[in-house]
């Protein structure tokens, strides 16, 4: 295969996330490839959290739709969302988690079952999204304004039915939730 070193590391910009050009030097395996250079400009997310929430009170999911600059610099409507953000540093995930479903639908956390970790774009960003299933009190609210993150939330109630179609569409949607409902479904047989 290969050998890879970092030669250099450089920050390009600094606002909601940080965003570095890398540069690596590639040595091959194979003695007819000279070493080679690459650069790489990477964003810096780190870890993230999120959960499909279901209250086994209300015999429902909850999902999210707030905005999002992609829809918008597409001119597509908002499509649903699982809950759930940034891991704060020196925050275990499951902190992390509970307070993200806290801030964004207003509710305490019963339940928790990790579905999936994956890497979404590795080739642009350090991202890792930890994905959970997870049991929530009765929602009371219809939207909420989070503060602290200046984000407007409307909060849906959906059935498993709705859920699936979801999860079946041909249609653009928010990967990290069809990526959610399926391991779900896939976790607990509910086809």
Request: charged fraction near 30%; include cysteine.
């Given at each position: ?113 990790k579905?999936t ?55 653009i ?19």
């Amino acid at each position: 295969m290969q050998r890879v070193s970092k030669i250099k590391k450089i920050l390009l910009s600094k606002s909601f996330f940080s965003f570095w050009n890398y540069q690596f030097l590639i040595k091959s395996n194979n003695n007819q490839i000279k070493p080679y250079k690459i650069f790489r400009e990477i964003l810096n997310i780190g870890d993230v959290v999120f959960a499909l929430c279901f209250s086994p009170e209300e015999n429902k999911f909850y999902l999210i739709k707030q905005f999002r600059p992609f829809y918008f610099v597409r001119n597509k409507k908002l499509k649903f969302e699982i809950v759930g953000g940034l891991v704060d540093k020196g925050e275990t995930l499951i902190a992390a988690l509970k307070r993200e479903i806290k801030e964004e639908i207003g509710v305490q956390t019963k339940k928790i079952v990790k579905l999936t970790t994956y890497c979404p774009v590795p080739g642009y960003s350090d991202e890792i999204v930890h994905v959970y299933y997870a049991e929530v009190e009765k929602i009371k609210l219809k939207s909420l304004y989070n503060k602290n993150e200046n984000e407007e939330i409307k909060i849906f109630k959906l059935t498993l039915t709705q859920l699936k179609k979801i999860n079946e569409s041909k249609s653009i949607q928010n990967v990290l939730t069809k990526i959610s409902i399926h391991e779900y479904l896939k976790k607990f047989k509910k086809n």
